[in-house]
Structures are given as C-alpha cells and as structure tokens.
C-alpha cells in the first residue's frame, strides 16, 4: 500500500472542510478528484502535503505517517511530494530555470541558495526538463515573461527537479484556455506514464476527469462520495457529486476542444437536416 | 525513479551553454558586488573611528556600564520605587497626551493633503504638486527643529511639543494615506458623482468607507511612534517625562534609581499601548471575530 488516507478531517472554526475522509492508492496511478468549490478537494491536497495541518487521521506514505513529521522530516516529505498549484505559484521575478531549480532547495543549504550556487549538474538537469516539457527557449526569460500555460509547465518542472514520489495537482488547468489545459494534462499524464510517478489532481471538469484518470474519486461537503473508474462516472453519478439537478448537462461548461468539435458537429449536422 | 530525460537534444544544449554563460557572468557580478560592499563597510568604518573623539574598540568595553550603574544604584533603593513609579506618572500621561492630540489634529491634516494630492480624487488636479510639496516639506523638517523654535517664540511647555509633532505627523500621515487612497475603488464615486454630489460627498460617503480600517491602523502606528517623539521632545523642554529622565539621567547625582522609574514607565506604556494597537489593527483587517 503505497499511500492510504485514514480518517482525516479538517475543521476551520467551526466549518468542516473534510469531514473523515478514507481511500487508499496502492500503485503509482494517476488519480483524479472532483467535486464543486468548496467541497474540501484543495485541503485534502494540502494536508497530504502538509502546508495545512489535519485536525485528526492518519495520512500515511508506505507505512509512514507524514502527519506526524515535523522539523527537517517534514521538509523532506515534502519535497518527496510535489505540489502544482491553480495560480502556479512560481517567483515572478526570477528567471525559469532559477524557479526550476527551487526543486532542490531542500537539499541546499540556504546560504549557498543566497548566492545562486546551484551545481552545474543540477542546472543542465533542470534545462533538461524544461526541453523534455518543450520549453526550454524559455529558460533565460523572467517566469511573469511567459504565458499561463508555459509557466505551468515550469511549474511542472518545478515539481520534476524535486524527483518526487508524488505529484499533487490543485487545480492545474482551471487558469488555462483549453488548448494549453490539454498542453498541461498531456504533460501530467506523460509523466505518470514515463516515469512512473504517482499523480493525484484535482480537477474541475468532468471530461477532463474521464480522459486523463485511471480513477476518479468525487468529494462533495468534505466527504467522498464516490470512488471508482472513470467509466462508472455516469451523467447520474455526477449530478450527485455536484449536488446539481436533472437541468445539469455537461457539455454547457466543458472546456475541453473535444467537446467543442461534438458541439459544432452536431449543430453542423443540424443544419444539413434543414 | 529516475528522470528519463533525454540527453543532448541540439536545443536543450544550446540553451545549457547560454544559461551556464549567464549564471556565470551573474555570480561573477554578485561576487565584485560582495567584495565592493565589504571594502566600502570594512574602509567607512575605519575613516568614521579615526574621526570620533574616543575610538570604537578603546570604548566598547564600557558598553553595560551606564545600565550596571542604574541597576547598582536602583538595587540599593528598591523600596523607593514604587513611589518614583506614582510620582512619575503624571508627567507619563502628559506625554501621551501630547501624542494622542498631536495623532489626532496631524491625522486630520494629513486626511485632508491626502485627498487633494491623490491623483482621480483632487479638488484641484493642477495644484497636486503644490499640496505633495507641502507634505514633503511637512516630514522633511524634524519635529525637535520645529519644537526648538516654537519654545523660542511661545515658551517651554506642552503646546509647542504638540504642535511641532502634530505638523511632522500631518506630512508623514498624508503621505501613507494618498498611497492608501490610490488603491480605491473609483466606481463609487462614478456613482455618487452621477446623482450630484459635491467633492465633499463623494469624499466622505465613497472614499472614507473604503479607506477608514487603513487610515485608522496608519494612524495607530504614528501614535506609537508619536510617543516616543513627545518623550524626546521632554530634553529640550516640551515638558512630559522627557524633561524629568534629561534631570535624572544626568551623570553622577545619585538619581539614576529615578531614570529606572521612568525607563520602566516608558517601556510599559509603549508594550501597553503596543497590545492596544495591534489588537485594534488586527479586527480592522481581518474583521470582528466569530462569536
């Protein structure tokens, strides 16, 4: 059992924003979450990760309870487990490959960081990745330079350069237009595949869910409420995640191109009726 | 979990000798940088010690020998303090008097240079660098300059002390209080101004609301500060407890049990009101507490 959830909650006052939550991952998937705003999908995240603390559970990494960590064995957890976040969170002042290389700050002393000496190693590895992601032209640009899908890629890198054992994804793709979200997913699923690495995200569409996951777990008011392949997220399943009744379509909101081209087809289609 | 990264693709190379070029020519930059900065600290010093009338490490050992003193003399007359502690008090509550009034009539001042210096709000856009001028020069001139003048022409006493900090806080206050009112929203006042409102209105109804938790903690701040100016302003005669620590820290009348009294009055009132208003500023940003 690689990484299993035990009975975690988390209450803000007097708000429960996960309310006892339990599943177990037992191989490197790549896992999905789903669930409206607010349903608690980002807490969890940043409990596995451990920028927010749990108020009660068990958060376990192969038999190793990470919540309870602290000091220097909790900043090592957490560059063992890798975050992506909505906004990318990257230093908008500094140039990519220095925001690639704060993958490693765990293992630098903060004075060598002060001073820009990264090993050359290390920096010929981060512009490896970043090629390996397709940007690697930007790699001398200040990150606020780039466009909202590149600097998620350098986030991606980011995460990369930490060799983690686990990818967190907060939202990665709901600041993106579509064509760079699926740049985005590709690039997670390609990592997942390649080099075996664990990815859970959290994901704000439902197509996004089905085509990317190998499972899907759906959260609403803190609690999970569903757990299973993508193939058994019906229309039906959904509107019970989303607490959302019959009026509820999917392809309303969906932003993937995909579903734009059925949309066109079927109104093109349409039309040639007439 | 090695990364499979694919070596030696042409771009990815190029880019690692261009990159490695850079980081090389920045350490080199931030290295004659460091150098630089020490010689000029490291040369400053020397130039400023051979200046001074002693010499910094010929007097650095007597360092803890002015508070030895005030605690051996305190020591000996420990029961005396708590007397000292209640006779000091008034002059302690005259300071902060002289604070709180001068935080009070500078903060209104500086409310009023604020707006009309703050671009999209002035009454007069063409005269914003006359009033931004004025703020300057209103911080520029110290308070104990405006202070010595004042007790020249009016005497020494409580009066001039606040009106020298009451000016320098109206230029340092609106200074902070255009920055605040630059990050107002402008729609408000779109509105009021379409139903006819003159500048006082749209002032009072569509800016303050917006304004009011940042003026009040800007102001909070000045007060602290404004204590311990109206203290300073004691040595030259301004009155408040400033003139009874200048009579007792003199060196060698025995009164240092009396400086102790009055440090330890000092301190409390600044950590007193310190709690106060930090306390104030904090429900100011995040609101009121759930109850």
């Known amino acids: ?274 | 979990m090695a990364d499979t990264v694919t070596q030696g693709a042409p771009g990815a190379l190029d880019m690692r000798e261009h990159y490695m070029a850079l980081t090389r020519r920045r350490r080199l930059y931030s290295g004659v940088m460091l150098i630089v900065f020490v010689a000029l600290m490291a040369s400053g010093f020397v130039v400023a010690n051979d200046r001074n009338a002693g010499g910094f490490w010929d007097g650095i050992h007597n360092i803890f020998a002015f508070p030895a003193m005030v605690i051996a003399e305190t020591s000996g007359k420990l029961m005396l303090l708590p007397a000292h502690l209640a006779h000091f008090f008034p002059s302690l509550v005259e300071t902060i008097n002289i604070a709180a009034v001068s935080t009070l009539v500078g903060g209104g001042l500086g409310m009023i240079l604020s707006l009309l210096s703050t671009r999209g709000l002035a009454r007069f856009p063409l005269l914003i660098p006359l009033f931004r001028r004025i703020m300057d020069i209103m911080r520029a001139v110290p308070e104990i300059v405006i202070a010595l003048v004042l007790i020249f022409i009016l005497g020494g006493g409580p009066v001039p002390a606040m009106i020298a900090i009451a000016f320098h806080t109206g230029g340092a206050l609106g200074k902070l209080f255009s920055e605040v009112n630059e990050n107002a929203d402008t729609k408000p006042l779109d509105g009021l101004e379409s139903v006819g409102a003159t500048w006082m209105q749209r002032m009072y109804l569509g800016v303050m609301p917006q304004v009011a938790p940042n003026y009040l903690s800007y102001a909070l701040l000045r007060f602290e500060v404004n204590i311990r100016a109206s203290a300073i302003l004691g040595f030259v005669g301004a009155g408040g407890i400033g003139y009874e620590l200048k009579n007792a820290m003199s060196w060698g009348q025995g009164k240092f049990d009396e400086a102790a009294a009055i440090f330890l009055l000092l301190f409390g009132a600044i950590v007193f009101f310190d709690q106060v208003s930090s306390h104030f500023r904090n429900r100011l940003t995040q609101g009121r507490p759930v109850s």
């Open chain 1, 1 to 274: 059992m690689l990484l299993s959830v035990e009975n975690v909650s988390k209450v803000f006052g007097g708000n429960v924003a996960v309310d006892s939550v339990s599943f177990s991952i037992e191989k490197p998937a790549f896992v999905g979450i789903i669930g409206r705003s607010g349903a608690g999908k980002s807490t969890l995240l940043r409990m596995v990760n451990r920028l927010t603390d749990a108020s009660s559970g068990a958060i376990r990494f192969e038999g190793r309870d990470v919540l309870s960590l602290g000091g220097s064995a909790k900043r090592a957890w957490q560059s063992d487990c890798a975050m992506i976040f909505q906004q990318f969170n990257l230093v908008p002042r500094m140039d990519v490959v220095s925001n690639v290389l704060h993958g490693t700050l765990n293992r630098h002393s903060a004075f060598a960081t002060f001073f820009n000496l990264y090993p050359t190693a290390d920096i010929h590895r981060a512009i490896d990745i970043l090629d390996r992601l397709g940007i690697a032209e930007q790699a001398a640009k200040r990150a606020e330079a780039l466009s909202g899908g590149q600097q998620q890629r350098v986030a991606i890198a980011r995460a990369l350069m930490q060799d983690p054992r686990i990818i967190l994804a907060d939202e990665p793709i709901a600041s993106l237009d579509p064509m760079n979200a699926q740049v985005v997913m590709d690039a997670l699923r390609r990592i997942h595949e390649e080099d075996g690495r664990m990815v859970v995200a959290n994901l704000h569409t439902l197509d996004t869910a089905r085509r990317y996951c190998d499972r899907v777990i759906g959260m609403r008011a803190g609690r999970i409420v569903f757990d299973g392949t993508p193939g058994q997220l019906t229309t039906g399943v959904a509107r019970d995640i989303y607490g959302a009744d019959a009026s509820f379509s999917e392809s309303a909101t969906s932003t993937s191109i995909e579903a734009l081209d059925a949309n066109a087809r079927a109104m093109m289609e349409e039309a040639e009726l007439l």
